[in-house]
């Protein structure tokens, strides 16, 4: 019997949404582990786009993260569906979560009419100060350029303008999980747990 041909179009794709030092990343990880995602974050993916020698935007990307801007959303969408291509074609199950993306809320309808529809919103909910503990904490080990104050409050600046009208126009559509982030990561993983089982998302 000839396998099922798995695509990105066909994938079930969870957006993971919060502010910078939310802890997408963390629980990303744990979910990972327990319930046989993929992990894909667009921060990470376009950092490495940045460092590529061969690549065409790198300079641009770079400028984009430096200043707190958002990059241009052909360039992260395309970079997310290689992603989603190469995971499939390894063998592996066609379930992401896509943590940082979509940023704004064309990005979020360009990705939905271009690669697959989402099956919800990951709100990771944290009050900014706490959110600003932690990204100064993680900066003094992460050798990230923009873990630093003046960078911070552009990120927050941004998130708050250009992201939580995604996070809003979801929850209309009843497409929206928010999680309370704050106390241990072990606290926030049980709601998260939580809110995979109101999806109908169980681990393997």
Do not use: W
């Amino acid at each position: 019997m000839a396998p099922t041909q798995a695509s990105p179009s066909t994938s079930i794709v969870i957006f993971v949404l919060g502010g910078p030092g939310s802890g997408k990343g963390t629980q990303c990880a744990t979910l990972v582990k327990h319930y046989g995602f993929t992990h894909l974050s667009a921060g990470d993916l376009l950092r490495e786009e940045q460092d590529n020698p061969d690549s065409k935007r790198g300079d641009e990307i770079k400028d984009c993260i430096k200043n707190g801007q958002i990059v241009p959303m052909e360039v992260t969408i395309a970079l997310l569906e290689a992603a989603m291509h190469k995971a499939i074609t390894a063998g592996k199950r066609p379930l992401f979560l896509i943590d940082g993306f979509p940023r704004k809320l064309d990005q979020a309808q360009k990705f939905e009419e271009t690669v697959c529809k989402s099956r919800f919103t990951l709100f990771m909910d944290c009050p900014e100060d706490v959110m600003q503990e932690r990204l100064l904490d993680r900066g003094k080990t992460s050798g990230r350029s923009d873990d630093n104050a003046e960078s911070i409050k552009k990120r927050f600046k941004t998130f708050e303008d250009q992201s939580m009208p995604v996070v809003d126009y979801y929850e209309k559509e009843d497409r929206v999980e928010k999680v309370s982030a704050t106390g241990s990561k072990e606290h926030i993983y049980e709601k998260v747990k939580q809110a995979m089982d109101r999806r109908a998302v169980h681990p393997e």
